[in-house]
């Protein structure tokens, strides 16, 4: 049988995913963004795009802040719970994974300040904001992103804990899919 740390850990793990999805999928949209509006994926030909594309710009940042673990971002409660697991096992551990989120933002950054600040370049003068279709697909993301930070007690009680419950008792799980007794 699994400790309290081990499912901690595993609601932790489950609640990760959920957000994981979440924060991703509105990073590759900002991308495609970019991508849209400048024809190029090379973010050092990029600069000064947060003038012109705001909304892009804003959801770039909450989807940064939130894989980089930063509070009060979904990502930040998602981390946490692993980390508090992880801790109690191995601290070195626990650190390592630390770690690794201040890097990710330092990428993050690094890539925000490529593409959206900087000096405007001349060739992207004329660069207006997505159109409206895909401001919409990032603010349905990005307003999960905001609910799940609000929210993630809720989000582990009602999704993630659940999981991690069918996949400790497998038994239970299939009994209740294929019925039987």
């Known amino acids: 049988a ?11 793990g489950i609640f990760h995913i ?3 999805a979440l924060y991703k999928g509105l990073l590759f949209l900002t991308a495609g963004a970019l991508f849209y ?9 990029m600069g000064g795009l947060a ?10 940042i909450i989807g ?8 009060p971002f979904n990502g930040f409660a998602s981390k946490l719970l692993i980390y508090e697991s ?3 096992f191995n ?5 390592v994974a630390m770690i690794t989120s201040i890097l990710t933002l330092a990428s993050f950054t690094k890539a925000f300040y490529s593409a959206f600040m900087g000096a405007e370049l001349p060739e992207y003068q004329e660069v207006k904001e997505v159109p409206k279709s895909m401001i919409a697909g990032m603010a349905v993301l990005a307003a999960g992103i905001v609910f799940f930070s ?14 991690t419950e069918a996949l400790i008792n497998q038994g239970a799980y299939i009994n209740g899919i294929i019925g039987g007794g």
């Open 18 to 20: 959920i957000n994981n």
């Open 37 to 45: 509006r400048t024809g190029t994926r090379d973010l050092n030909r």
């Open 150 to 163: 609000l929210f993630p007690g809720l989000i582990v009680d009602w999704l993630a804990h659940p999981a």
């Open 2 to 12: 699994l400790n309290t740390y081990g499912i901690a850990a595993m609601d932790g």
């Open 51 to 60: 003038h012109k594309m705001k909304w892009t710009t804003i959801f770039y």
């Open 91 to 95: 601290p070195i551990l626990a650190i």
């Open 86 to 88: 992880v801790y109690r």
């Open 64 to 71: 940064a802040l939130s894989i980089s673990g930063i509070p």
